[in-house]
């Protein structure tokens, strides 16, 4: 008896186990999952990065740029601002994925900047005429 009751506690637990692991994998809806994130943040990092090292916009024109840039950068990717606030939150509770998602960021960030002359160059890659590539 006290062996079947030990068996039927411990598949419990197993199973229990198993559904909250499966649980945890999947994202709420609206969050970008790893690479989507990744390669966002890739992008929105590089287009920052630009607009802080361009010194020939006025503070306001800067903004209205950066905003247009912004928008040109959702669209590329398919996302909406929402779901990169909805992303960011998520992920600013799971730290270790979080922390990953930016090794991957920085990795590609400095794939993109090696080999080229200064920083300006490869965000102009990225800015052609205005549209972001």
Not at 14 to 29: A, D, G, M
Not at 38 to 54: G, R
Not at 79 to 91: A, K, L
Request: hydrophobic fraction near 40%; proline fraction near 1%.
């Amino acid at each position: 008896m006290k062996i079947r009751h030990l068996f039927v506690i411990s598949l419990s637990l197993i199973w229990i186990f198993l559904v909250s692991s499966c649980h945890r994998n999947r994202l709420p809806e609206g969050v970008l999952d790893h690479e989507a994130m990744v390669a966002f943040l890739t992008d929105a990092h590089m287009l920052e990065s630009y607009y802080a090292v361009e010194t020939n916009f006025h503070y306001e024109l800067r903004i209205q740029e950066m905003t247009a840039s912004y928008n040109e950068l959702f669209d590329k990717h398919g996302i909406s601002r929402e779901q990169v606030e909805r992303s960011r939150d998520y992920y600013l509770h799971h730290e270790r994925e979080y922390k990953e998602i930016y090794e991957q960021v920085a990795q590609n960030l400095a794939e993109a900047a090696s080999g080229e002359k200064g920083k300006k160059k490869m965000f102009q890659k990225m800015i052609k005429g205005g549209k972001l590539r």
